[in-house]
Nanobody, 128 residues
Framework: QVRLVESGGGLVQAGGSLSLSCAAS????????MGWFRQAPGKERKFVGA????????VYADSVKGRFTISRDNAKNTLYLQMNSLKPEDTAVYYC?????????????????????WGQGTQVTVSS
């Protein structure tokens, strides 16, 4: 059974940095695409970025491009989200997700409904 556990959230001032981790277990993730999403109170879940675990292709939402970086550690089966230059509007619960579905373009992975497995989320709060 696939299990995803996020960690690393917290409170940070605007302009600061945080690093989130997503520990994946249950099987090998070399064939998966892993994504990060976030959900602010009262709003829909939004795409942050995704990485193809096997070839390393990455796509980011425009709102985080140049500020957030996705990476992975194959040996640890762990996904990371490094967040720099944080803004109050980045405040949300951050989720990692995984899918085995295969699409031609990695941009297809910006949709939440293509993911089959989700973590429980970790809160990120950016104060102004």
């Amino acid at each position: 059974q696939v299990r995803l556990v996020e960690s690393g959230g917290g409170l940070v001032q605007a302009g600061g940095s945080l690093s989130l981790s997503c520990a994946a277990s249950g099987r090998s993730f070399t064939s998966y695409v892993m994504g990060w999403f976030r959900q602010a109170p009262g709003k829909e879940r939004k795409f942050v970025g995704a990485i193809n675990w096997s070839n390393g292709n990455i796509v980011y939402a425009d709102s985080v491009k140049g500020r957030f970086t996705i990476s992975r550690d194959n040996a640890k089966n762990t996904l990371y989200l490094q967040m720099n230059s944080l803004k109050p509007e980045d405040t949300a619960v951050y989720y990692c997700a995984a899918t085995l579905r295969s699409y031609y373009s990695i941009s297809a992975y910006s949709r939440a409904d293509v993911y089959d497995y989700w973590g429980q989320g970790t809160q990120v709060t950016v104060s102004s």
